[in-house]
């Protein structure tokens, strides 16, 4: 069955621009995450998602940037003004069950977003 | 806050041979799970292993196993009969169980090792 996608999968920015990353999870599958991975870097969490409810926003690095997923399935990461240090490859992940109680998270390819 | 370190930023093995990922990593819960993800360069993170800390046995899948040290807080893959597709970066990563205190359900990632296979 179809995996987790994302679109657009590289996005080039000018400072100041605003962008929309879109994840299309598993369908059926409950719980939505999002995560950062800065070049080199492991992904760090920014987000959590069970249906439409936004459990978990700890991990936003600013109120630039905003999660949604208004209707339990398809999930858009929006950043405002954005600036160079937002420059990062974005996951998305989903997974069946509620957070708690998952043990596998299934991971889409990603967004590269470079701002100049 | 729990903490993942992966302490080889670059490994290498020869087609066919075996080779060890070190991991460790640090908490204060008991009920936890640990995880190996594969990153080709394609950037789609794929579920290598897994392990239940309340496993005293070692999980294996094919030519992946762990050897996990509970104790030591260590927990390392090892990869036999490496093959050209196992070239990728690799993660471990930590997640709390569900009667672990806090946010049970987010991954925490090291900053994972290159693997290079050569023929």
């Known amino acids: 069955g179809a995996g987790v996608s994302q679109s657009p999968r590289y996005k080039v920015a000018k400072r100041g621009q605003d962008v929309a990353l879109r994840c299309d999870p598993i369908?059926?599958?409950?719980?939505l995450f999002w995560y950062q991975q800065a070049l080199g870097q492991g992904p760090e969490f920014l987000t959590y998602?069970?249906?439409?409810?936004?459990?978990?926003k700890s991990g936003l690095p600013s109120d630039r940037f905003f999660a949604e997923r208004p209707e339990g399935s398809v999930s858009t990461l929006k950043i405002q003004r954005t600036q160079q240090e937002d420059s990062a490859v974005y996951l998305c992940?989903?997974?069946?069950?509620?957070?708690?109680?998952?043990?596998?998270?299934?991971f889409g390819p990603g967004t590269r977003l470079t701002v100049l | 806050a729990q903490t993942v370190t992966q302490s080889q930023p670059e490994m290498s093995v020869q087609e066919a041979e075996t080779v060890t990922l070190s991991c460790t990593y640090d908490?204060?819960?008991?009920?936890?799970?640990l995880f190996w993800y594969k990153q080709p360069p394609s950037r789609q993170m794929i579920l290598v292993i897994r392990?239940?800390?309340?496993?005293?046995q070692n999980a294996t899948e094919n030519r992946f196993s762990v050897n996990f040290q509970k104790a030591a807080k260590s927990f390392s893959l090892k990869i036999s009969d490496s093959q050209l597709g196992d070239a990728a970066m690799y993660f471990c990563a930590w997640k709390g169980g569900l009667n672990s205190g806090g946010s049970n359900y987010k991954l925490t990632f090291g900053k994972g090792t290159l693997l290079t296979v050569n023929p």
């Open positions: 992940a989903s997974s069946l069950a509620p957070g708690g109680l998952s043990n596998e998270q299934f």
């Open positions: 908490t204060s819960e008991s009920d936890y799970y």
């Open positions: 369908s059926g599958h409950v719980s």
């Open positions: 392990q239940e800390a309340y496993k005293q």
């Open positions: 998602f069970q249906n439409e409810a936004q459990l978990d």
